[in-house]
């Protein structure tokens, strides 16, 4: 997909002046830049975030996998230049007057334009944090909801306005990149806050998901190959980058886009395995737990992919990938919370141990029709009291044995006295 010329030079334009006007918040940007990233959006930001509210990071870990995969496939879709390549290959400058984009180590990303990656996690991420702040502010103050509402969202502006001017000036999107990423995010956070979806997406099992996961292989494969049939070269944009980076060892094998998908794959994979998601979005109680256990996930995964094995092969590094991928889905949805002690599984689970001490009546006299097989299955395993009702019986039967004897002969008694 190509943008006229004309309004592409004026988003050159753009750029050079946020080059000339932001060159002494330059340190800024670039931290910007690269912590915003979506691997580190996904891997650290997020994650971090999300703890520090005490959200559960089920929904932000299924929304962000979901919107990344979107805007991956869109980018193999569209085929997007990069400004800092494309004032090199566009007809409407003549060799001499080219603009010079000052490039900087992070400007030689590999992967195509359009959308913006980085306004799509961080829309994801702000929207979500975004939400909890305005419900946090309206229990904590009187303020009206309305304006609860406006002022986050400035709030939140700002900061995507800030990612976006950063994106900018290094040279790494186009303005209308930026402003298409942002609106992708927020497009899938309406699906996944749009009730009859959501409920599907978080109430599936286990298999359908995995289902799904196995499809959403299967689709980026598809789109792949089917690029390769029609003589797309699905690597175009890391030969682009090569070229024109100034310093190619400024190329990063972690912006190319093969690798990001099977990231996006492997993450998607660990959702999968850990459904029904809809037991998993409970907030914890115990923020204070959940933070350290959180980040020490955080530094595990961290130190996994730092040791991904780069030498032996295409294959074997991406495959080691796609596993620390799902390793980090599964530990932020499943183990997390699970080591906190707030996932909905375990607490359902220790409630059948404390029945027996604190209602024994209710229990013993209680008919098995009155309760699923489920339960009685669980209690069965914790409940101790139906082997004792037999010693119980058994003691009994002494007592009431005599009575029944004594009242036969007093019955016969009469009988013979008749006679």
């Known amino acids: 997909m190509s943008l006229p010329e004309e309004f592409l030079k004026f988003e050159v334009e753009q750029a050079l002046y946020l080059q000339d006007k932001l060159k002494s918040i330059e340190p800024l940007l670039e931290i910007v830049s690269k ?6 959006a996904q891997y650290v930001i ?34 997007e230049d990069r ?20 490039q900087h180590p992070l400007t030689c990303e590999t992967s195509a334009g359009g959308p913006s990656g980085h306004s799509v996690m961080m829309t994801v991420i702000l ?9 946090y502010i309206e229990r904590k103050t009187e303020w009206n909801r309305k304006m609860i509402n406006v002022t986050v969202t400035c709030g939140m502006a700002s900061i995507l306005a800030l990612i976006w001017a950063a ?33 599907k997406m978080f109430d599936a099992n286990r298999k359908h998901a995995i289902g799904v996961a196995l499809g959403m292989m299967f689709a980026a494969a598809t789109f792949y190959y089917g690029l390769v049939h029609f003589g797309l070269d699905p690597t175009w944009s890391v030969r682009k ?15 190319t886009p093969i690798y990001n998908i099977v990231r ?70 499943k183990l997390v919370p699970k080591l906190t002690n707030q996932e909905t599984e375990t607490t359902q689970g220790s409630k059948p141990k404390e029945q027996p001490d604190s209602k024994p009546k209710v229990e013993s006299n209680a008919k098995p029709g009155d309760k699923s097989e489920d339960e009685l299955d669980e209690q069965s395993d914790s409940e101790e009291e139906p082997e004792e009702e037999p010693e ?14 004594s009242a036969k002969e007093s019955e016969k008694e009469p009988e013979q006295e008749i006679e």
């Open 35 to 40: 912590q915003f990233s979506p691997t580190q």
């Open 46 to 79: 997020g994650p971090l975030l999300t703890s520090l509210t005490g959200e559960a990071l089920t929904e932000f870990v299924f929304a962000t996998t979901l919107a990344d995969y979107v805007q991956l496939l869109l980018k193999w879709a569209l085929r």
């Open 83 to 102: 400004p800092f390549w494309w004032i090199y290959e566009t007809s409407i400058y003549e060799d001499t007057e080219r603009p010079k984009l000052r």
């Open 127 to 135: 929207y979500l944090q975004g939400k909890w702040l305005a419900n």
């Open 167 to 199: 994106r900018v000036y290094f040279g790494t999107h186009f303005t209308h990149q930026c402003y298409a990423g942002t609106t992708l995010a927020l497009t899938v956070m309406g699906c996944v806050e749009y009730e009859k979806l959501r409920r």
């Open 241 to 255: 980058a090569l070229k024109y980076c100034q310093r190619a060892q400024n190329v990063k094998i972690e912006s």
């Open 264 to 333: 996006n794959l492997g993450c998607g994979f660990g959702v999968a395995i850990c459904a029904p998601l809809s037991n998993k979005i409970k907030p914890s109680s115990d923020r204070w737990r959940s933070i350290p256990i959180t980040a020490g996930f955080m530094l595990i995964n961290s130190i996994i992919l730092s040791k991904a094995p780069k030498d032996l092969g295409s294959c074997m590094f991406l495959t080691y990938v796609f596993a620390a991928s799902a390793f980090h889905s599964y530990a932020m949805i």
């Open 392 to 405: 119980n019986e058994s003691e009994q039967e002494p007592e009431t044995q005599p009575e029944d004897e």
